[in-house]
């Protein structure tokens, strides 16, 4: 069965220091590939996605992911991060042939340290 | 001004009272979405309704009852619920159901306690 993998629950990290979320998916057929951020007490909205092209994608607010097929997985990355990112992160996989629907992980808090 | 909104934000229900979710998106799309959203767990969809007709039912209990009257308005009717349907629940739209790499665009839920 398809699924999504978010491997850590929480990340903690000092703010203006890097930062990578971990995602991996299993599929045996094509994905599409999307990255969601949810912010205290809002809904989601999207940050990225990648649907074919380039594997290195860039999203808004400095965020970018890198899909590499060979590993299975869609990493998201920002160089340096502000408190303002503070958020729950969602990696979903639509699988092609499937009315698109979306497979999601379980999130991952990003906890920005002062 | 979020494009999709969804009334009320808090609720709290006792398990015999029925009650309603509502949800209107004014971004013109054809797609609409309930999802279930517990801590530590994946979203959950519940129900995809695609021009106004319902495409998708992921074994939601009977007690949850969508209604989508128009492609601008989705309801979600609850009846009977018990202390584990207490959750955020998430609409959601989309230009389409099948439209590849569609963007969804989410409100910012309803928070549901059932006591």
């Known amino acids: 069965a398809q699924s999504v993998t978010q491997l850590d629950s929480q990340v903690p990290v000092f703010e203006e220091a890097p930062v990578e979320l971990r995602c991996n998916y299993s599929?045996?057929?094509?994905?599409?590939l999307f990255w969601y951020v949810q912010y205290p007490n809002q809904g989601l909205q999207l940050l990225l996605k990648y649907l074919s092209g380039s594997t290195l994608v860039k999203g808004i607010n400095g965020f970018e992911a890198e899909f590499n097929k060979s590993q299975t997985s869609f990493h998201l990355r920002k160089p340096s991060v502000h408190i303002s990112d503070t958020a729950e992160y969602f990696c979903?996989?639509?699988?092609?042939?499937?009315?698109?629907?979306?497979?999601w992980g379980a999130g991952t808090k990003l906890i920005i340290k002062p | 001004e979020t494009g999709v909104t969804q009334t009320p934000r808090h609720l709290v229900m006792g398990m015999t009272n029925k009650k309603s979710l509502k949800c209107e998106q004014h971004l013109g799309h054809n797609a609409m979405y309930w999802y279930k959203q517990s801590a530590k767990k994946p979203l959950e969809l519940m129900f995809v309704y695609n021009f106004k007709e319902q495409t998708e039912n992921n074994s939601v209990p009977s007690r949850f009852s969508p209604e989508c009257p128009n492609s601008s308005h989705l309801f979600l009717h609850l009846h009977t619920l018990q202390p584990e349907d207490s959750a955020l629940y998430l609409c959601a739209s989309s230009q389409d159901q099948t439209g590849v790499g569609n963007t969804i665009y989410f409100g910012e839920g309803s928070w549901l306690t059932v006591v």
């Open positions: 599929s045996s057929v094509s994905v599409y």
């Open positions: 979903a996989v639509s699988l092609t042939g499937s009315n698109y629907q979306l497979i």
